[in-house]
């Protein structure tokens, strides 16, 4: 999840001071309807060291009525908590309905610091994973809001605001020797926050990223990630209780809630991880150089491709993108030279009946490759968590476990040997336009384009937000996405083929 | 579950002719409802070789529509098989809406037979355990009925069977290599079942015990569980279809499927895995027997209390059983010579204000020892599976998803170094009855006894069935159940602390 994170991201003052009394006085109010409704809310500060927890939830906390939560600051084990079980402590500080439990730091550290410091043993990790996710399961079973912020900075900010406390007398002290250990082995210590990320992002208990390197773009976005999750659970508690009371009191709970949960789910959107954004579209490869590169490259995948028969190893290559993103050049392209019998690509269009009265993975699992065979699929399981969420063909309950569920399978294939990569055929809205009119122009290409393509088109903006999700929750070390910058059709061609080749030849020497 | 499974259960060829033409019938109608709601089923036939899956599956079939079902026999995989990723042959066989697929074996192969003969390697177990939990919980989250059933005989039995397969040149070929090395080391792979049953029984697959000694009992057993699953489905699905619906549509539902629903779980009463049947409740000890082994177990306890604390370990004791079943009694002979700094014993009444505003589990983990120190509760976190259960405290999911969440909390105990031991205190109802009249007549044993515990009495069937469902369900090798024949108040209390004395010594040794 952090290595697609944009930390350029930056709000100006003018705009900060705009926007945050609306955010303070609504916190203000939802932490009062929590209270009302009796809901119980743990809000989690993780992240790298002086990424700004101690002073964003101090911000946080303004807004608050004090006698409604309580800050807990989990440092190292007192004496007391060395000799209970390591949950012990986290347990006996859950939040009593109505109340707001926040941590700085929590019962992530045993797969964090502890971890990098070998105290938790990498044998012991499976059962302490299995713990933390009962742990949050288990409350959020029983009604409580888990809130889980993970504050992001790079390793040059990091060490630039070490050095910065450290020349101060009076915070020096707030430097330990193992800040400065886990910053000199920045790389080793985020490839353990990765895994802790993607092992607890559940749909019960999600993680977002906060962008940490301008501390005024990090505060509005806890504001609203604080202010959504609480508005929707309020919504969902409401609606609960609706379900069970008559008509008059269904009236009282119509009090704006929903509106306050759309406003913030509108206002998350420029503040997500986009990861889109951060593509080159600019990139692009003369007609000599694409010449040129194309014919090594598919020499090489004709090779690649009996090596990989005869060693029985699968490849899954999943393709996502816009309209007229380019996913058939590219898939024309990869298999020119490839045995025919060796691979097949699979079209994805809308279940047929029979499909329908299946689990949605049900068609895909059937179509998984044989060892040692190529399995191409154009558009792929993601429509769950694309088409099917923004059309609402599916709930959100599925769509938000969807993620979890497509990981599981992707690793199933990992575990069975398969190569699996994922590719989104990225280009501009100006550049599908102009692909678009094209195709209408073109009598040749007029079947490519239909009216639905120009309404999918109106909904630019909700696919953007679906796919940095999707980007951000399912790309893994086992299944990577990679963002293919696609305005030029040439480069965009040569880069799919360069990473199938570079993929299979990293997995034929670890063989 | 199985250690505590009965095998000696028997029923008469007069009351299996009595009883199965009515299960035959509303087997039949059952599916043709579920294919109406179009409900998948997968019903999933486990457990020792020689077991009777073969003939079960064909004796369960013989009520069910031929078109609306299919068999899958689960053997070696085929070269095409071996071929994909291993949950392939599953996901490409998981019935459509409305359909009902059997498998004869299945997915758990790869932890039963596949673990025995080393072909899933030890390091692969806990990701091929959560593949398979991924599996079923999607599933079941789309909508499906998980039925597992859980063969069991015993070795000699097993041994038999094998036995007369040879001897008969027809069927001499179902007896293969395999089989014999795994009955010639029937406990470890017995072992290897009671692991798997423990990962995978879940509140949205659980796992039920056939016991299949007598062939009639299993195919009554069978039945009765399939009914009872399917009945509670249909009725949940009418359900949440009727919240949709309006008043005509909602009457046309009521149609007696509540009706079988609650007489299938009547009738799995005598069927279900009693484990209190099994105590020997006229075990005895004379008044000098019990003094002198008391004697002689207090001073043990007396030093290996002692012990404990200097190694830092920590003991966990739960007291569950019948009113008057000798809870106290038997507590207070075990603490009489402990020192009374390192113990504490935790009454557990109906919760407070306080307690009922947090997770159930909460007053429980606070009240959980220190490394070095002993807490005995005067029962326990069970009052979840058994007074809340029963008195409708809480809803049928949380009841049934709280054998997992105990399970975890007391893993989580153990992997901290405790102790976790639980004691039902068993008496019959005579005896219960004589106590009570006791407690009535005795001036200084008066407040002992309330109108709540008649009461309570009265629904001494209900509660041994919840007993029972939780002894089999939450007894592991790392938490155990002790049942305690307490019908002699001497034996009881020196098998409790001959019991303690035993796993405190046993750990002290491991260390």
Redesign the interface.
Known sequence: MLEKVDLTKKISKEEYKKRMPELEARLGRLQRECKAL?I?VLIVFEGFGAAGKGLQIGRLIQSMDPRGFEVHPIKNETE?E???????RF??K?P???RISIFDGSWYRRVLIDRFEKRTKAK?L??VF??IN?FEQ??A??G?LIIKLFLDIDKKEQKKRFDKLEKNKETAWRVSQGDRERNAHYDAYAAMMEDMLFKTDTDYAPWTIIESMDRRFATLKIYTTVIKAMADQIEKVQRRNA?KADGAERAADADGIGEIAREADDQMKDLQVSILSKADLSLSYTREEYKEKLDKLQKKIEKLHGELYRR?I?VVLGFEGWDAGGKGGAIKRLTARMDARGYVVNPTASPND?EK??????RF??A?????HVAIFDRTWYGRVMVERIEGFCTTEEWK?AY??IN?ME???Y??G?VVIKFWMHIDKDEQERRFKERQENPEKQWKITDEDWRNREKWDQYEDAVNEMLMRTSTDYAPWVVVEGNSKYYARVKVLRTVVDAIEKRLKEE
Do not use: C, N, V
Not at 368 to 372: C, L, R, S, V
């Open positions: 009796g119980p007391e060395q000799m209970h079980p390591f949950m012990w347990w006996t859950t009593a309905r109505g012991d499976p059962e299995h713990s009962s288990q409350l079973e029983d409580d379900g029985r699968p029979i009265a299946h689990h949605y993975l049900w699992w059937r998984m490759p044989k060892d040692g476990r979890k569920e599981d690793k199933d294939l575990d069975a398969a």
